[in-house]
């Protein structure tokens, strides 16, 4: 079974920059699209970014994530990561990371994904 374990995250204040690390146990980690999640108290779990395995890592963000957020992968160290600036209290949510053994389309979809992190909790006050 793979083991995705994120680290990082905690009680943040508005405007800090949040880095996340996720390591992932499998040797074929290079092979994977990874991406990271979010989810609040009461809503569903919601998208943040990915990275591909093909296209030298292409990326792709939400929009709440766009143009202050980067994920990026470290392949020999079977690790992707979550860096995100400005924040904002609205971004308070447990963050994990998710892992596809295939290519897919529907990189958005939770259910898309093989394999899930246990998460870390991200709080943001004003």
């Known amino acids: 079974q793979v083991q995705l374990v994120e680290s990082g995250g905690g009680l943040m204040q508005t405007g800090d920059s949040l880095s996340l690390s996720c390591v992932c146990s499998s040797s074929l980690f290079a092979g994977y699209t990874m991406a990271w999640f979010r989810q609040a108290p009461g809503r569903e779990r919601e998208f943040v970014g990915r990275?591909?395995?093909?296209?030298?890592?292409?990326?792709h963000y939400s929009s709440a994530a766009e143009g202050r957020t980067t994920v990026s992968r470290d392949n020999a160290k079977k690790t992707v990561y979550l860096r995100m600036n400005s924040l904002k209290p609205e971004d308070t949510a447990v963050y994990y990371c998710a892992a596809s053994e295939k290519y897919i389309a529907n990189f958005g979809v939770p259910g898309a994904y093989d394999f899930w992190g246990q998460g870390t909790q991200v709080t943001v006050s004003s």
């Open positions: 990275i591909d395995w093909r296209d030298s890592g292409a990326t």
